[in-house]
């Protein structure tokens, strides 16, 4: 029963390049949640999706950041023209039912910029 | 607002000593208040969780305490051991989505 599936492990991009960041979810969860964690600071929320569906976008940057929950495949989390200030780890989340109970996460990307 | 404030941000405490961990939540939360452990390198984990519907929870050597009135819960370690240093992290409910404490940073002296 594998976890939630997150790839790659480490991201490493030039600025100017793009980011592409996966995850599957655990099995029979069909609720994703992306969050980012900065150094020495806490889970920051970005977006909500189910499938074919984005939810709840409010912690996304308005620019560069995208994200979406094909019908097949994993959830993609998507920065354009990565900028050092992007540098963090990201971290994908899921859930069998929404609001029922905690979240099971990921492993993590972390992406460098240089 | 949605606002959930976690103290310490760092703790140290020699083995077999208990740790304590606070969070305090605003109006709106919801009823679920969960906790996460996350060891270097690591996703946060789930460690236990409480409804507040209940006062107390406990899972061996830990538990998870809720104050409703005063709107904050903490998370209780017993006999600590040094595989319990890690970065803790309490979580309430606001809407859609969880809000994250900012962390404990907890170090088990040998």
């Known amino acids: 029963n594998a976890g939630v599936m997150q790839n790659p492990r480490h991201l490493v991009r030039r600025r100017g390049q793009e980011a592409r960041l996966r995850c599957s979810p655990m099995?029979?969860?069909?609720?994703v949640y992306w969050y980012r964690q900065l150094p020495e600071e806490g889970l920051k929320f970005m977006v909500y999706l189910q499938k074919e569906n984005i939810i709840d976008e409010s912690g996304m940057p308005k620019e560069r950041f995208s994200a979406e929950f094909p019908k097949e495949g994993p959830s993609i989390l998507r920065i354009q023209q990565v900028v050092r200030g992007d540098s963090a780890a990201y971290f994908c989340?899921?859930?069998?039912?929404?609001?029922?109970?905690?979240?099971?996460f990921g492993s993590g990307t972390r992406l460098t910029v240089v | 607002g949605e606002n959930v404030e976690q103290h310490p941000s760092t703790l140290s405490v020699q083995e077999g000593d208990s740790a304590v961990i606070k969070c305090t939540y605003s109006?709106?939360?919801?009823?679920?208040f969960p906790w996460y452990k996350q060891e270097l390198g690591k996703g946060p984990q789930l460690i236990i969780d409480?409804?507040?519907?209940?006062g107390e929870k406990k899972d061996q050597r830990i538990a998870v305490t809720l104050n409703k009135t005063a709107k904050h819960f903490s998370l209780h370690i017993t006999e600590t051991q040094p595989e319990d240093s890690a970065v803790y992290f309490c979580?309430?409910?606001?809407?859609?989505?969880?809000?994250f404490g900012t962390g404990t940073s907890l170090t088990v002296i040998p």
């Open positions: 989340a899921s859930s069998p039912q929404t609001g029922k109970e905690g979240y099971t």
């Open positions: 099995k029979g969860h069909s609720h």
């Open positions: 979580a309430a409910r606001y809407g859609n989505q969880f809000y």
């Open positions: 409480i409804r507040s519907n209940v």
């Open positions: 109006d709106s939360a919801s009823n679920y």
